[in-house]
């Protein structure tokens, strides 16, 4: 694999659902070691477009290539195997279980049986390397903690971890601190840089504006199913993304001082 390669790109692609257009030849790309944030209005395509690099949704024309290699992913364990992970909102979370059964949930590691028939769990190998990723992460939170009996921001680390300890490319987040207060928004956006850092790419979906230039090095708009901007988060502005968003191009002028107060 070459090293500048995307790590996961998508090339025009194109989505509809009826006469419904949701994507109109979407282009999108995320390489090694960076946050991207996605954003655009609501129906600008942005679950769409999650849905088809998460393996959920089938595009109806375009190409999707992962380290330069083109994939077709027909459900959600296909893009798995490819490295990618998604937390999505509802965290898809098992309340009843504890931590370390959640990072494992679909993915149990058993003892072996007798006479070569699958055996009984093991928790404590579970437990063991659920501790090890959350440790990696920072997340400070015993492997044998009830779900239900966790904050918001404590089950949204959870979901991270679990994402980070399976996905060797990609994590899609959407809307990570959308239900979170500020002391447990503080604590997942260090997590999802700790993801960034330890070499894993993290796509943030955020309808956050100040929070996505705080976090994300890169940002893209999609509008109206189409990629219509993309620039690094250090040269743009709260007001350069709303224009990109409602008109389709990002203002330049966030270097000069205006005297006309913003409307957005």
Known sequence: RMPDLPLIEAKSIARHF??????????????????????????????TLVRILSGTDRPNSGEI???GEPVLFSSPQDARAAGIET????????????????LFLGREVFKPGLLGRLGVLDRAAMARRAREAMSRLGVQIRP??????????????????????????????DEPTAALGVVQ???VLDLIRR???????????SHNLPQVLEIADRVVVLRLGRKVAEAASSDITVDDLVSAMTTGSLRRWQHQKTGNPSND
């Open 195 to 205: 993801v960034r850092d330890a070499g894993t790419a993290v796509v943030l979906i």
């Open 144 to 173: 044998n903690a009830e779900v239900f009996k966790l904050s918001g921001g404590q089950r949204q680390s959870v979901a991270v971890a679990r994402a980070a300890a399976w996905a060797t490319n990609v994590i899609f987040m």
């Open 87 to 102: 937390v999505y909102q509802d965290l898809a979370l098992a309340p009843d279980l504890d931590a370390a059964s959640n």
């Open 65 to 67: 290539r992962v380290n």
């Open 18 to 47: 009826g006469s419904v257009q949701a994507l109109q030849g979407a282009d999108f790309h995320v390489n090694r070691g960076e946050i991207v944030a996605l954003i655009g209005d609501n129906g600008a395509g942005k679950s």
């Open 185 to 187: 928004t503080r604590g």
